[in-house]
């Protein structure tokens, strides 16, 4: 869904490099006053958050964090509030960022802890009746995860200390996560950054040799040593863009839509074409995609589709601001000048400034969509699904589910994509995100946000959704192979 976002944001870190800011020159409340105006004003989707019959409850949440502000005194508590605000909205394309590289009141925790002195006390206090505790890796760090000290403040349950590191920000001895128990081995957790500031998230036990930090990824278990079965090549590709095979199924991973070219997705379509064509059904799995460029699915499709498809008309809204912004976005996206850009693009930066300061359109309706080809194979297409796909993920599943061909798997996506094009607005010490456009003209009457696109089978959470795709797919070729003798 990010269309322009990518030239955006290449302008944004220029920006940032030639003019860093000083943490120390930031009021919270300063901030803060910035970031509601700078909402109130801008935001594409304001109008749909806050109406009459939901104002008095916004006014007080945001009078309420309005004093908090005011009391703030560090940065990372007033990042806190500020994220504390946009939680209203309920809408992950906005967001706060830190200005600059610099860490937000760096946290550094010491605990004096050797390899040897926690093995010692692994055995000694019987950590093995507790599979989270032990030794563990991913990327630069090495660390160990033990019982926190009683009298530690806050009162964490467990904390995981840097035994190696290649990182030379950090040492041995750092407190690099803090655990929370939830229930089982469910935890929320306090991740410390490469540079020393605080990721508030959340992690998983999937297995006993793996720790799943979300937001970071997974973390393997070093010691004890844990008996591992050999993974298949799926589940060790799972994050590249591939396609394989499960018994002459095709299986096409899409893990994201922003790290490769379209000419990339283009290329492992065009390798596989013949067997793909050939095939009953295949299985495309979005699942964690959290979007990018439609452009990047766009060699997918004619496999998928049966014919045009309809779409929405997207909106803009164009506040004083956002139209400046976005006839920058769109002048740069072409490689020209404002100036430019006015005279070569006539007819669109007049659309832009005619429209001045109104939720604009280009239609009402709905447009057709359509691709140079449609293939008739594979008779059938699974596509995988799950609550974190986000945005152009889930503008792919919008189009693609439009197809007789096509049956959805999972759960509900994120419910991220009625606003997009997010603009970075400068608030001293913090960076505020907002999207400046909108999906479609309806979107009062027909959101997608917060709630997502439903799948066609709902598959939790818990079970293998790949195996049961596959399964329901073979039986419902079958069942269909029989109607049609029968008929």
């Known amino acids: 869904m990010y269309i322009i976002l990518k030239s955006l944001f290449t302008i944004y870190l220029a920006i940032a490099i030639i003019s860093p800011l000083q943490a120390q020159d930031c009021q919270c409340i300063e901030a803060y006053e910035k970031a509601v105006n700078a909402y109130e004003e801008n935001y594409s989707l304001f109008i749909y958050k806050v ?17 908090k502000a005011n009391e703030t005194t560090n940065l990372r508590d007033c990042k806190a509030v500020l994220e504390q605000y946009l939680q209203f909205f309920r809408d992950e394309h906005n967001y706060i960022i830190d200005s600059g590289n610099q860490a937000i009141d ?116 070093l010691w004890p040593e844990v008996k591992k079965k050999k993974p298949s090549e799926i589940e060790r590709k799972f994050d590249q863009f591939h396609l394989s095979y499960i018994d002459e199924i095709p299986y096409l991973r899409l893990p994201d839509f922003y790290s490769v070219e379209p000419a990339y997705v283009d290329s492992i379509m065009k390798a596989n074409h013949d067997r793909i064509l050939k095939s009953d059904f295949m299985v495309v799995d ?96 699974i596509v995988l699904i799950d609550e974190e796909v986000y945005s152009s993920g889930e503008t792919f599943v919008y189009r693609v589910n439009q197809s007789d061909k096509v049956v959805v ?49 709902y598959v939790s959470e818990k079970e293998d959704v790949l195996a049961y795709a596959i399964k329901h797919m073979t039986q419902l070729l079958k069942n269909v192979s029989s109607q049609q003798k029968h008929n």
């Open 286 to 381: 979005i699942r964690g995609n959290t979007g990018g460029s439609d452009a990047t699915y766009f060699p997918v499709l004619p496999y998928l589709l049966m014919g045009p498809i309809t779409l929405p008309f997207n909106g803009f809204w164009l506040s004083e601001e956002n139209t400046e912004y976005l006839i920058n976005a769109f002048a740069a996206s072409n490689e020209l000048t404002v100036e430019e850009y006015a005279v070569q693009e006539k007819e669109e930066y007049e659309m832009f400034i005619k429209n001045k300061g109104t939720a604009y359109f280009k239609g009402t309706g709905t447009w057709t969509f359509t691709t140079d080809t449609i293939y008739n194979g594979p008779k059938k297409v």
């Open 409 to 457: 798997y999972g759960q509900n996506t994120a419910g991220v994509v009625d606003g997009f094009n997010g603009f970075h607005l400068d608030l001293g010490c913090f960076t505020a995100v907002y999207p400046t456009s909108y999906r479609a003209p309806d979107i009062k009457e027909n959101p997608i946000d917060p709630y997502g696109i439903a799948p066609d089978v």
């Open 106 to 221: 760096p946290y550094i925790e010491n605990v004096e802890l050797t390899e040897k002195q926690f093995k010692k006390n692994y055995k000694k206090e019987s950590y093995n009746l507790n599979p989270l505790l032990g030794i563990w890796k991913r990327g630069s760090y090495t660390i160990a995860i033990m019982p926190s000290n009683n009298n530690s403040k806050p009162k964490r349950d467990f904390v995981g200390v840097v035994l190696e590191s290649s990182n030379t920000n950090w040492q041995k001895g750092q407190v690099k996560l803090e655990l929370y128990s939830n229930f089982g081995t469910s935890y929320q957790i306090n991740y410390m950054m490469g540079n020393h500031s605080i990721q508030k998230t959340s992690g998983n036990q999937t297995s006993i040799g793996i720790l799943n930090i979300e937001k970071i990824g997974e973390w393997e278990k």
């Open 51 to 67: 109406t009459t019959e939901n104002r008095d409850l916004y006014e007080a949440h945001k009078t309420l964090l309005r004093d």
